[in-house]
């Protein structure tokens, strides 16, 4: 079985700080890992992907992700906070290994992230 | 990448009725999934709607409540059958991109609340 944990319900910062959002995953074969973003009353939008390669994955808008194997976590992360990335963020997994026909992504509880001017 | 569109965007429906939700995709999709968002709650998994043969459905969730067609590369429908008001949430579409290790993008979903 696979799972994500992302272990803040919120995170505060201020907007020009460093932010991360935390995330650690388990899964049984290779991990597929993405970060979404969804803005009030939206769906879901795809920000990056780990899939394999360099562990440090840069994505939309100026995040970035590091993939740690060792401490199987994949922390979401951006060097300058703007205030409109104030949105719910969540990590999601997919076992790489699971064979062609399974596509199901686990899904963490989501990150509040709230930026204060 | 897609463009999903759901309809309708929001409804409110009285219990024991049912409600069609559509998602329709601007290119075709190998892979179309349906999702529920609980309030508060992260996304749930319903079932994988398969063209042209029955939807594979995730453990907790079952056929007759929630019915989907696939009728083509491009469109699928979820029914929410006999509902009450445990079953408000947002409910979303989303698609698997050809490659297999590609992301799943996200239709903007639909708001449903029983009363």
């Known amino acids: 079985a696979q799972s994500v944990a992302q272990p803040e319900d919120q995170v505060n910062v201020a907007e020009g700080n460093p932010l991360t959002v935390k995330c650690t995953y388990s899964?049984?074969?290779?991990?597929?890992l993405f970060w979404y973003v969804q803005y009030p009353n939206r769906g879901l939008q795809f920000l990056l992907k780990y899939i394999t390669g360099d562990n440090l994955v840069k994505g939309s808008y100026g995040f970035e992700a590091e993939f740690n194997k060792s401490q199987t976590s994949f922390h979401l992360k951006k060097p300058s906070a703007l205030v409109s990335d104030s949105a719910l963020y969540f990590c999601a997994v997919r076992d790489g290994y699971s064979g062609a026909g399974s596509y199901q992504l686990t899904f963490g509880k989501g990150t509040k992230l709230s930026v204060i001017p | 990448s897609a463009v999903i569109s759901q309809k309708p965007s929001r409804d409110i429906c009285q219990r024991g009725t049912s409600l069609t939700i559509q998602c329709q995709v601007d290119?075709?999709?190998?892979?179309m999934f349906w999702y529920r968002q609980q309030p508060g709650q992260s996304l749930t998994l319903i079932a994988t709607a398969n063209q042209g043969s029955e939807a594979t459905y995730e453990s907790g969730f079952v056929i007759d409540k929630f019915p989907i067609s696939r009728p083509n590369l491009t469109f699928s429908t979820l029914t929410v059958s006999n509902m009450s008001p445990e079953d408000s949430s947002i409910y979303l579409c989303?698609?698997?991109?050809?490659?297999?290790?590609?992301?799943?993008?996200f239709g903007p979903g639909t708001r449903l609340t029983v009363t």
């Open positions: 290119s075709q999709v190998t892979m």
């Open positions: 899964v049984s074969g290779n991990p597929y």
């Open positions: 989303s698609v698997q991109t050809t490659s297999g290790r590609g992301e799943q993008y």
